[in-house]
Antibody, heavy 117, light 107 residues
């Protein structure tokens, strides 16, 4: 069965770049869309952006100037980079899979807490 | 950006009771609406897509309805494992947005 697992530093200094990786196991990264979604403590969910396995991306306009999502098919991974972070970027970050750009993600990772401090 | 407003914020019910959750969009999203169940420390679980279609493995006590701007998620008879936070999400316009959630708690 396909599983997603987020990994990366749990603590990032303000003004630096947050970097996370999502590893896809039990299946191929091909033919799907892959997203990053986050949830600040005590708040709701926010869609950061997505990437198609072939490389096309779409980012939330509120974060677009600071976000880069990339895919590494050889490693069956995709990654998130968020630059110039502040305390407001402290959140649980989830990776997720969906079958089209407008399909609800049916598969999510467990999430990883990143604290900016 | 489309704003989704969920109500109520908290629903206090007993097992076996019926739960009715509302999600209202600031503009029409047609039927491009999904519902998720989220428990602490777990990944969100897709319940419904396209407003009224149950995702794979979701029991029939969960049902969704609505189109345009007003949507409802109904749990016909609450099981102990159903107590969680529920989010709606619109997939009509970018950026994709979520509601703030409804917490279904044990009364």
């Amino acid at each position: 069965q396909v599983q997603l697992q987020e990994s990366g530093p749990g603590l990032v200094n303000p003004s630096e770049t947050l970097s996370l990786t999502c590893t896809v196991s039990g299946g191929s990264i091909s033919s799907y869309y892959w997203s990053w979604i986050r949830q600040p403590p005590g708040k709701g969910l926010e869609w950061i952006g997505y990437i198609f396995y072939s490389g096309g991306t779409n980012y939330n306009p509120s974060l677009k100037s600071r976000v880069t999502i990339s895919v590494d098919m050889s490693k069956n991974q995709f990654s998130l980079k968020l630059s110039f972070v502040t305390a407001a970027d402290t959140a649980v970050y989830y990776c997720a899979r969906h079958i089209s750009a407008v399909a609800a993600p049916g598969l999510w990772g467990q999430g990883t807490l990143v604290t900016v401090s | 950006e489309i704003v989704l407003t969920q109500s109520p914020a908290t629903l206090s019910l007993s097992p076996g009771e019926r739960a009715t959750l509302s999600c209202r969009a600031s503009q029409s999203v047609s039927s491009y609406l999904a519902w998720y169940q989220h428990k602490p420390g777990q990944a969100p679980r897709l319940l419904m897509y396209d407003a009224s279609n149950r995702a794979t493995g979701i029991p029939p006590r969960f049902s969704g309805s609505g189109s345009g701007t007003d949507f409802t998620l109904t749990i016909s008879s609450l099981e102990p494992e159903d107590f969680a936070v529920y989010y709606c999400q619109q997939l009509s316009n970018w950026p994709l947005t979520f509601g703030q959630g409804t917490k279904v708690e044990i009364k």
